[in-house]
């Protein structure tokens, strides 16, 4: 299975049992506070409003935040996987092609969660 992550700067399915999952996810809070999700640019100014959350954008200065989530884009799981040591990992059944990619390679040696929809 291939690791398309987008075409064009968007996400090239639409597949509610994924967002439920995500929203599941990134919603409960953490030490009382709103969960904090950081993001590159793409994916930031692609995402609709995330109630509940806080949303910091990565503005590719070197360092890393005290976020809670890394939701993407690729090159911001590349600048970060020495940060990350879970990862949920959602595979969509869809045979569209797309331009960006996940680097598999980053789950080497990570604890992995791994979610299956059609």
Known sequence: MKAIVAVNNKLIWNC??????FRKLTTEKVNGRKPRLLAGFNTFVNLPILEDREVILDKRNGFILDVDWVIGGAKTYEKYKD????????????????????????????????????
């Open 16 to 21: 509610p049992e994924d967002l439920k999952l």
């Open 83 to 118: 940060y990350i040591n879970e990862w949920h990992v959602s595979y969509i059944d869809n045979n569209s092609e797309g331009d960006t990619y996940f680097n598999k390679e980053l789950l080497k040696n990570k604890l992995v969660h791994e979610y299956y929809f059609r």
